[in-house]
């Protein structure tokens, strides 16, 4: 971006160095809210926290934040397209998955997304709300953390990883059904309404299909001199899913000659591994639930493709493929859709065999309401939409 002026009261205008075919689609995440610049200068460091709070233009504004046990919002009266119907929501943390069911079992929680796979058939049984599994991008993996100082064996490690573990299987047990095996992190519903879906899809489908190999795994392990070595996986403290997909996949290491260590960390230590690098220091590999919230496809692979200095924030295991920075940039800088999706397509067919993130599987939206309300958004839509403001009752 070269420049950004306000036209009027309504609009501003936004001047390029290059075109970025990017731009209207990050305006569609959380990237794109509009916040009042008096307020954010006034909090400072404080905005976004307890302390400054927040202050956007959305269907609900902030009423209290409680730190670590609840944030409550009030119907926003002046929003643009009419207040919402549901005057006041608190939203309660729930990090462990036995308490989530419980309060939802109870009607402690009116709802809630993503609830646990292993009680999505209790909870739709249950006779108090209703359970709706819907479509989704987000993608069930070991996203690796490192490896920088030797990319290449780095490599190699992840490769055997993924080698060694039955996709088919896993995602049958572990998600419960609610899923589905995955080639790579930019899973087939991203696709979805997209002008090139075609060319996208095509892409996808020319991967090649992960297999169980593991006496070529067992070659990797032993060509990277990783024969015999601890490796140490995190995952957040309370996720019974995460959990269980780290203890399959230490059971399919421990075949190929490499001994994983399962270390649960509580949430707020476990999401420092993506902002902070000290909490990096000394892991190898992060379970984890990744997705894309805004349309497109480049964003999610750039951040783990692209150096760090290009964009990679998400990059923290020294991949460095210039042909694959060309691409991806040259996807994004392209002002022809077609010629973007095939640049893309290009480097994905590269950059998927480093196995940057060891992709398992597919795991679909599964949201929670309970009777007397209606109108939650089904889909991973939720993640950058203002779902709240359509919330109502059902008589």
């Avoid at 609830?115 to 989704?136: C, H």
């Avoid at 000659?257 to 220091?281: G, H, M, N, V």
């Avoid at 007397?372 to 939409?385: H, K, Q, R, V």
Wanted: aromatic content about 8%; glycine content about 10%; charged content about 25%.
């Amino acid at each position: 971006m070269k420049d950004i002026k306000a036209v009027d009261d309504t609009h501003v205008k936004v001047t390029f160095n290059v075109h970025d075919s990017d731009f209207i689609n990050v305006l569609a995440s959380s990237l794109g809210r509009v916040t009042s610049a008096d307020f954010v200068a006034k909090a400072g460091r404080d905005f976004g926290t307890p302390k400054g709070g927040v202050m956007c233009t959305g269907p609900y504004k902030l009423k209290k934040w409680t730190a670590g046990q609840s944030v409550a919002v009030e119907a926003n009266k002046d929003y643009w397209d009419g207040a919402p119907k549901v005057g006041e929501i608190d939203f309660i943390p729930v990090q462990d998955d036995a308490a989530m069911t419980s309060a939802l079992s109870s009607g402690d929680l009116d709802g809630a997304f993503d609830i646990p796979e292993a009680s999505t058939q209790q909870l739709a049984n249950s006779g108090k709300g209703t359970v709706v599994i819907g479509p989704s991008n987000s993608s069930i993996g070991f996203g690796g953390v490192g490896g920088a100082d030797d990319p290449e064996k780095a490599t190699m490690i992840r490769q055997a990883i993924s080698l060694a573990v039955d996709r088919e299987s896993a995602v049958k047990n572990l998600l419960k059904g609610y899923g589905a095996p995955a080639t790579t992190f930019t899973t087939p519903f991203q696709f979805e309404g997209l002008e090139q879906a075609a060319i996208f899809e095509k892409g996808y489908e020319e991967l090649p299909e992960p297999t169980v190999d593991l006496d070529k795994a067992k070659k990797l392990v032993e060509e990277a001199g990783a024969k015999g070595k601890t490796l140490k996986v995190v995952v957040p403290s309370g996720n019974q899913m995460l959990m269980n997909i780290a203890t399959v996949v230490k059971d399919a290491a421990a075949k190929i000659d490499l001994d994983l260590k399962i270390e649960q960390r509580q949430p707020a230590e476990y999401a420092a591994i993506f902002y902070d690098p000290s909490a990096r220091e000394g892991v190898d590999f992060l379970a984890a639930v990744g997705y894309q919230g805004d349309p497109g496809v480049n964003t999610y692979a750039m951040l783990r493709a692209l150096p760090p200095k290009e964009g990679g924030v998400f990059n923290w295991v020294g991949y460095d493929d210039p042909k694959v920075t060309g691409l991806l940039q040259a996807a994004r800088a392209s002002t022809d859709s077609k010629d973007s999706a095939e640049k893309f397509v290009e480097a994905q067919a590269i950059f998927s065999q480093a196995q940057l993130q060891v992709t398992f599987g597919n795991q679909y939206t599964r949201t929670y309401l309970r009777d007397g309300l209606s109108g939650i958004t089904t889909s991973i839509a939720y993640i950058s939409t203002p779902w709240a403001k359509d919330l109502g009752g059902t008589k």
